[in-house]
């Protein structure tokens, strides 16, 4: 950047505001953006497509769980003899793409779509702010980004494969694994320091940031979400990052951080020094992968409050309980890990205090269900497109959490730790949950980032048709987990005697999956087509009160407002008494 | 439009957005040193032989590698100060002696390393050895980031000096809380390895 660029960016004295209304080149503009519009834009573009991959590997384990050992066709060819020869998986491919359809999910599809797409582009509009706190370390966020979902793509072209021991990579099982396993660690570093940067970048936004009279507690809860979400990312992240350079020293320098003594493997006694802890990589895991389950949920949760509270048009019920719910659900996230550790022997002392905790922080999330249940209460419900995917995300949730109580109970996990029940608590948090709410947020806001809205029939055939499927998919794991058909079996329990009456529901699963892919082209043909052709419509077009609706045009130009607003309500009052509409804007100053 | 904050603090948080970034950044870093302290008490308490630091490193070395970081951060401050009364010639002094002891402290790293290798004690040797390469590598790594940024900005000066005094001043005031935290890692590891 020339000195002069300098001066005009960040000296508040300068008199030349007209400096930045310079056009930028097409690269400034449209590729190295600071803009964090357009750095949200790239990641939700980014992140939908790893979403799209990651669905795909799963859906070519399905059809391996479905038909196991029999000839993919079509596609069966494509994938060279070491992974899939005559067009039959071998089991190793099998476990690639399970540890890579979990780890792209995650770190690659959900959260980059969660946190980085609708938290850069949304936050600081509804906080009033210019731009992100820190723009060139927020394009760098993204940069490091897609260079470590890159390095994770690699993976699958290296020797051996992609890493194959599991999203959790438990040792020494990862430790003594193919080259892909250190691939798949160099690329969660990466992904890690582009969390670092995010979340410093949201929190430090969040705090500084705020238009005049935007005080805390008036501050959309989808702020809030974000808010509490950072702060994980921050804190929860770093430990894994040590987990990672430990193992990538045990794979790449011989050490024995997670390599017990006199380990054997193949037959033959592993000859590094020994001593180390297969527990401490599990600890230090979850320290990180308790959390992150918030981190998945949270933005969702965020996401919902406002399209319920916009299409009840009634204030959200009880905003201070779910913003203290959102702020305790994010300490407590930090004192539960061990939940899924209870199988380990580390000890019943240990279990009990974990079990504990767990049934505590249930209550937050049980708060934050019932405000939205009783939100819905009364209110002149519009069931617009948005609207259906959140009211969707709220027993969908209820049925992840509360199939988790049974697995936050040590003696009840004995039985269904690691079978498909895991699984299917798990994706009703995050996919009938998550990625619900996530398609709801899309249709929410993609009037603010074009301008037009996207085609209602086409959104309620995506609806409909993915909602239904999911159940589908995901409600028989359930049945399986409890007649105790384990997870990750690459024949999907055939030669078990006790899933023998619970194998028919492999066929539903995978028959629902790929029903739901045929579903989602509508929703892919609606998103690109409505850049263009969608219907045109106003600025605020759902008739909100917060502020990147009442404030900015769609779409907000580059320093998103004309002045600066500023802030004279709380984020949701809709349906005052007296009050000439049935919403008023934040930035509407009071009447005398 | 200009983003606010961005050389002086807001009313309310009393810090303006560079310094409030890195205390959140050095909390990041105390979850990960944490975490590697606590794989360092983990592997200890689990272990039946494990050997007392000073009898495999060098004490001494790392007994003057300690005063010569916490002269680095005396003489960080000290530049800090300087910038702020506008003492231009004594804050480049300082910058210039702190990153001659961020230097020093790496090439008496270097011996040490070099020492151990050899003997031929690796990593792979001991989980001892393991713990010690890993931490103090990777506050290695550490340094050699705050060497670099301090550089920078000394190399910069007289640009920001023209342009933006005050960012300036602001910049040296995060570059030095990162450079004292580095420090503080230190003064943990120290013990921890050597001493206990």
Request: net charge neutral; with cysteine.
């Amino acid at each position: 950047m020339s000195q002069q660029e300098t001066l005009h960016t960040h000296d508040i004295q300068t008199p030349h505001p007209e400096a930045h209304h310079q056009p930028l080149g097409f690269w400034r503009h449209y590729i190295f953006s600071t803009d964090h519009k357009l750095i949200g834009i790239q990641y939700a573009i980014t992140s939908l497509v790893f979403l799209l991959f990651g669905f795909f590997l799963m859906m070519m384990m399905r059809w391996q769980l479905a038909f196991p050992g029999e000839v993919m066709p079509l596609i069966g060819g494509l994938f060279g003899e070491s992974a899939m020869p005559g067009g039959i998986m071998v089991p190793e491919f099998y476990n690639s793409l399970g540890a890579m359809h979990g780890t792209i999910m995650v770190f690659l599809g959900i959260v980059p779509l969660g946190v980085g797409a609708f938290g850069n582009y949304v936050m600081p509009l509804q906080i009033g702010a210019p731009d992100m706190a820190f723009p060139k370390l927020n394009m760098a966020s993204y940069w490091i980004y897609l260079v470590g979902g890159i390095v994770m793509f690699a993976g699958f072209f290296v020797p051996g494969g992609a890493a194959n021991s599991g999203w959790t990579s438990y040792a020494p099982l990862a430790n003594i694994a193919t080259t892909g396993q250190t691939v798949w660690l160099l690329g969660m570093v990466f992904l890690i320091t582009s969390s670092l940067l995010g979340s410093v970048n949201f929190i430090t936004t969040i705090i500084q940031l705020r238009a005049p009279g935007l005080s805390l507690m008036r501050l959309p809860f989808f702020v809030w979400a974000q808010f509490v979400t950072a702060f994980l990312l921050l804190l929860a992240f770093p430990p894994l990052e040590a987990a990672g350079v430990m193992q990538l020293m045990d794979r790449l320098t011989g050490t024995s951080f997670f390599l017990p003594s006199g380990l054997v493997v193949s037959g033959e006694l592993l000859t590094n020094s020994g001593g180390g802890s297969p527990l401490l990589w599990q600890h230090l895991f979850w320290f990180l992968a308790h959390p992150e389950v918030y981190v998945l949920i949270l933005p969702a949760i965020g996401i919902v409050a406002e399209i319920l509270a916009n299409n009840t048009r009634k204030p959200l019920w009880g905003y201070k309980s779910l913003v203290f719910s959102a702020i305790f659900l994010g300490f407590m996230s930090f004192v539960v890990w061990a939940h899924h550790m209870f199988l380990t022997g580390m000890g019943t002392t240990i279990s009990s205090f974990f079990q504990a905790t767990t049934m505590i922080i249930s209550i937050p999330s049980v708060i934050i269900i019932s405000v939205f249940i009783i939100t819905l209460w009364g209110g002149s419900i519009r069931f617009t497109t948005p609207m259906l995917f959140a009211i969707a995300f709220i027993p969908m949730f209820g049925i992840g959490g509360l199939t988790g109580l049974p697995l936050g109970l040590s003696t009840a996990d004995i039985h269904l730790h690691d079978t498909y029940y895991v699984i299917g608590h798990f994706h009703y948090v995050v996919a009938p949950g998550t990625i619900l709410a996530l398609f709801g947020g899309l249709y929410y806001w993609y009037p603010k980032v074009t301008g037009r809205k996207m085609n209602d029939v086409l959104g309620k055939i995506h609806f409909w048709g993915t909602f239904v499927c999911m159940n589908v998919i995901f409600m028989p794991m359930f049945i399986q987990g409890l007649a105790g058909v384990s997870r990750r079996l690459y024949d999907g329990g055939q030669q078990y005697a006790h899933a023998q009456g619970v194998l028919e529901w492999n066929l539903v699963m995978s028959i629902g999956a790929w029903t739901m892919a045929v579903f989602q082209i509508p929703f892919i043909w609606n998103f690109f087509w409505s850049i263009r052709k969608g219907k045109k419509v106003s600025d605020n077009v759902w008739e909100a009160t917060t502020l990147e609706w009442t404030a900015a045009p769609s779409p907000p130009p580059h320093g998103n407002f004309t002045t600066l607003p500023s802030v004279h309500r709380g984020p949701y009052e809709y349906s005052v008494p007296g009050a000439p509409t049935d919403f008023t804007p934040q930035n509407e100053p009071a009447r005398a | 439009m200009q983003i606010p904050h961005t050389l002086t603090a807001r009313a309310d948080t009393g810090l303006y957005n560079a310094k409030l970034g890195i205390w959140l950044f050095l909390a990041s870093e105390v979850m990960l040193f944490g975490g590697l302290f606590s794989a360092y008490v983990l592997l200890r308490v689990g272990s039946t032989d494990w050997p007392h630091g000073a009898d495999i490193l060098n004490v001494p070395l790392a007994m003057l590698n300690t005063m010569v970081l916490i002269t680095s951060s005396v003489t960080m401050v000290m530049s800090w100060a300087s910038l702020r009364q506008g003492k231009v010639a004594a804050y480049k002094g300082y910058m210039v002696a702190t990153l001659l002891c961020g230097f020093g402290f790496m090439i008496i790293k270097a011996i040490e390393y070099g020492a151990k290798f050899s003997h031929h004690l690796y990593p792979g040797e001991s989980t001892f050895l393991a713990v010690y390469f890993t931490l103090t590598g990777l506050h290695g790594l550490h340094v050699v980031g705050g060497i670099i940024v301090i550089s920078y900005h000394l190399l910069t000066s007289n640009r920001w000096l023209r342009s933006e005094p005050e960012r300036l001043t602001n910049r040296v005031e995060v570059v030095g809380l990162y450079w004292h935290f580095v420090d503080l890692v230190w003064i943990f590891l120290f013990p921890l390895l050597y001493l206990l």
